[in-house]
């Protein structure tokens, strides 16, 4: 069974950070392509990061350009999301995102449609 277990969501001051995690299983990690996504109440699901199966590869959304670094460790299973100089407009719930089919080879990934597996979300809050 496919499961994505985000971690590392809080309260931080305008300027903090946070990092999150992203605990993967059942399914071959390192052959996946991976990503972070958020999502602010009433507004769409949005592209934060993304990652290839390999590490090398990386791609961010204009709005993080700069201030997030995402980054895998295959050996545990695990994606980050380092996140810095966070703003209000952060404030989201993130989710992690895993393409578990490996269906994409060494490309990242940067629409919904494209991942096949999600977590449930850890809330990121940031206060002015």
């Known amino acids: 069974q496919v499961q994505l277990v985000e971690s590392g969501g809080g309260l931080v001051q305008v300027g903090g950070s946070l990092r999150l995690s992203c605990a993967a299983s059942g399914f071959t990690f390192s052959s996946s392509a991976m990503g972070w996504f958020r999502q602010a109440p009433g507004n769409e699901r949005e592209f934060v990061a993304g990652?290839?199966?390999?590490?090398?590869?990386?791609s961010y959304g204009d709005s993080v350009k700069g201030r997030f670094t995402i980054s895998r460790e295959n050996a545990k299973n695990t994606l980050y999301l380092e996140m810095n100089s966070l703003k209000p407009e952060d404030t989201a719930v993130y989710y992690c995102?895993?393409?578990?089919?490996?269906?994409?080879?060494?490309?990242?990934?940067?629409?919904?449609?494209?991942?096949?597996?999600w977590g449930q979300g850890t809330q990121v809050t940031v206060s002015s």
């Open positions: 995102a895993a393409d578990s089919g490996a269906t994409t080879g060494w490309r990242v990934l940067i629409t919904t449609r494209e991942y096949d597996a």
């Open positions: 990652i290839s199966r390999g590490g090398r590869s990386k």
